[in-house]
């Protein structure tokens, strides 16, 4: 039955047959085009300079496209450069100046290997995408470079165009733009499973380069899922988010990138503890600040003080939520503090830091006026950083628990489940959901919790339900059953420090039951895919990123520099094109030297599974919308060759 209200709309975009015809002439083209080449990462930890060179690099997928196109009348070391050029357009053209005399052949040269390269990568998509991705300002010049398409006039043709933007002193900025387009071409949809956030030094200049990106989502993670808190105003999210960054030195993106006031920190800290040399609080230096380097000494008093804030915070909100049955983490309350010691689970341990200050041993959990007045104003600090305020709505409008995206299903943490392999009732709010209806309510209640809190079922304060995602141990983000911050800050037997991770962590092993989870969520068990985060890889240890059969990948394979000597790599990426199914192992990043010069490391790609036959974008989501389109626009010709709708062209 023919909608002619709908129609009639549709008509106000093309109103007549031939347009209409056009357009499906149009979509039927893009139907038939490969699949573009999707891209998975995740646990990106604040590793900007590693993350955008992969994206750059697109894991190792350009440097293959360079040796195809010239591997046989380039050399090496040409090669090498080539793909350098493209990885940090700005720093070889820099370097090249300073050694060549030649520099305007240079120019062309590198723009005529520049061009083949990027109709390399663009021959999946039709002439309009194509141009739809080009720089402003160089756009037209590279259309008609990628589409000159006259064999015997071409060489003339080139000579002209690449001398004329030679001779006009653009050839820099056309070089740069060209390069950008080369790596924004190459991946065509990017999927962020999890923690951008944490640990390495720049979140936030990842940030900025994915809302410059054409096509990204997120399956956020319980680093992100703090950072969401924290910017509802959350204190018990704020302290965490606080704490960790003080302990990885990270001051720069907490001061200079979002505006995040640290001096009343640090003013209390030199107040409340400045003759205790905080020993264990030194902050982990994997990176050095460029902007607001901060002593090693204060920091470290820094992170204590916020750190006895997080328990005491934390405590309240244990209190508030007893269905969270969080008790265990009460342990404040449990310090003998005259004795400096703590009975956890039955056992007495000596406490490593006896000196607590701030803390009333017959009120542990209530705050000093001081700290009161500090969380206050750190709280001020995040509701109106507009930088944050903007990350974290792109983490909103971009992201979500979970994703189905062409049959694979994605997300961080873990699907809560029995060690029988059930999925596992969870309580959230006094009421009960498990597997997919249980990321869906969690999904509904993050989302109302920041933008509606009035309407959130959420009792207590806006947030508390991600500061419960950040560590809760029936948390799908977290799986844990504990989160030992205590512990591993105050007692020195590591024993105590050791997390028991959730069932689904073994049971994933076995085939049948990833091929559960996935009828869970409705996709196909023979040949759909888990992609999964958070837990990383120990690959020197023989672990395999494979799971079930090859039915679940994790992809976390340490870009954090933290977890680089766990792991023995420095992440993966996990490529989807086509043809087939692959993982990149990545080689730690190297950065560019005194002289100018930078040593990048080609990723190992392992092909996992090679598809029966190619993919054309029919077979994907976006081909069933289109598909739709198609239907559509048929009923609409259909209705203006009856007369049904008058057409107007």
């Known amino acids: 039955m023919i909608d002619v209200h709908y129609l009639t709309l549709l008509a106000k975009e093309f109103p007549d047959t031939k347009k209409a015809s056009t357009e499906i002439i149009n979509l039927m083209a893009i139907l038939s085009l490969p699949k573009g080449t999707e891209y998975f990462f995740s646990d990106l930890h604040g590793e900007h300079e590693s993350f955008i060179h992969m994206m750059k690099s697109a894991s190792g997928v350009v440097r293959s496209k360079i040796d195809d196109i010239f591997g046989k009348s380039l050399s090496m070391e040409d090669r090498d450069r080539l793909a350098s050029l493209i990885y940090d357009p700005e720093a070889e053209i ?3 100046k300073n050694e060549r005399t030649d520099i305007e052949d240079w120019y062309r040269v590198s723009i005529f290997r520049l061009i083949e390269t990027c109709k390399a990568v663009s021959t999946k998509y039709t002439r309009s995408k194509v141009r739809k991705r080009l720089p402003k300002g160089y756009d037209v010049i590279i259309d008609e470079l990628l589409h000159a398409d006259d064999e015997s006039n ?4 080139y000579r002209e165009i690449i001398n004329s933007i030679v001779e006009c002193q653009i050839a820099e900025g056309f070089i740069t733009q060209l390069s950008y387009t080369i790596s924004r071409l190459a991946v065509d949809r990017l999927h962020i499973i ?3 956030y944490d640990r390495g030094p720049h979140p936030d200049y990842i940030m900025d380069y994915l809302l ?9 993670g319980n680093h992100d899922i703090v950072w969401m808190g924290a910017a509802t105003g959350n204190w018990a999210c704020i302290s965490n988010v606080i704490r960790i960054n003080v302990s990885y030195n990270n001051f720069d993106m907490l001061e200079i990138g979002y505006g995040i006031n640290l001096r009343p920190l640090a003013s209390f800290a030199l107040s409340t503890y400045g003759d205790d040399q905080c020993e264990f609080f030194y902050p982990h230096i994997l990176d050095k600040n460029i902007f607001d380097p901060v002593d090693e000494g204060i920091a470290a008093k820094m992170h204590k003080a916020m750190t006895v804030i997080q328990f005491k915070v934390e405590g309240q909100r244990i209190k508030a939520h007893p269905e969270f049955r969080m008790e265990d983490r009460l342990l404040l309350d449990k310090v003998d503090y005259e004795n400096g010691t703590i009975v956890i689970n039955g056992k007495e341990y000596a406490l ?3 000196n607590f200050p701030t803390v009333d041993p017959n009120d542990p959990y209530k705050l000093t006026d001081d700290e009161e007045l500090l969380m206050s104003t750190l709280e001020a600090s995040f509701l109106e950083s507009s930088k944050l305020q903007k990350h974290i709505r792109f983490l909103y409008s971009h992201g979500a628990m979970y994703s189905r995206v062409n049959g694979n299903l994605l997300y961080h943490g873990c699907i809560p489940m029995t060690d029988e392999g059930e999925f596992e009732e969870c309580a959230v709010n006094n009421v009960k959901y498990k597997g997919k209806a249980l990321l869906d309510y969690l999904d509904t209640e993050v989302r109302r919790a920041y933008f509606d809190p009035g309407d959130s079922e959420e009792t207590g304060l806006s947030g508390d339900i991600m500061w419960y995602l950040w560590l809760g ?7 844990k059953d504990r989160m030992t911050t205590f512990e591993r800050c105050f007692i020195a037997d590591k024993a105590t420090h050791k997390e028991k991770t ?10 049948e039951i990833c091929e559960k989870i996935l009828e869970e969520f409705g996709l196909s068990s023979d040949s759909s895919h888990i992609v999964n985060g958070h837990v990383p890889v120990k690959l020197k240890d023989g672990e395999s990123p494979s799971k079930g059969g090859g039915r679940l990948f994790i992809i976390d394979g340490g870009m954090s520099k933290a977890y680089q000597k766990t792991t023995g790599i420095a992440g993966y990426t996990f490529i989807f094109n086509s043809r087939s199914l692959a993982l990149a192992e990545h080689k730690p990043y190297s950065r560019m030297q005194k002289d100018g010069t930078q040593k990048f490391h080609s990723p190992e790609i392992k092909i996992v599974e090679t598809l029966r036959e190619r993919m054309t974008v029919a077979d994907t989501d976006m081909g069933d919308e289109l598909k739709r389109q198609v239907k559509e626009l048929k009923m609409l010709v259909s209705a203006y060759k009856k007369g049904v709708i008058k057409e107007k062209g």
Not at 154 to 157: A, D, K, N, T, V
Not at 502 to 511: G, Q, R, S, T, V
């Open 94 to 96: 820099n370097r090249r």
């Open 154 to 157: 071409r060489e003339h043709y």
């Open 194 to 196: 999890g923690d951008v």
């Open 212 to 220: 410059e990106f054409h096509d990204v989502d997120f399956q956020w």
């Open 352 to 354: 490593r830091d006896k």
């Open 473 to 479: 141990s029936k948390s799908p983000l977290f799986g």
């Open 502 to 511: 959730a069932p689904y962590y073994k049971l994933i092993e076995k085939k």
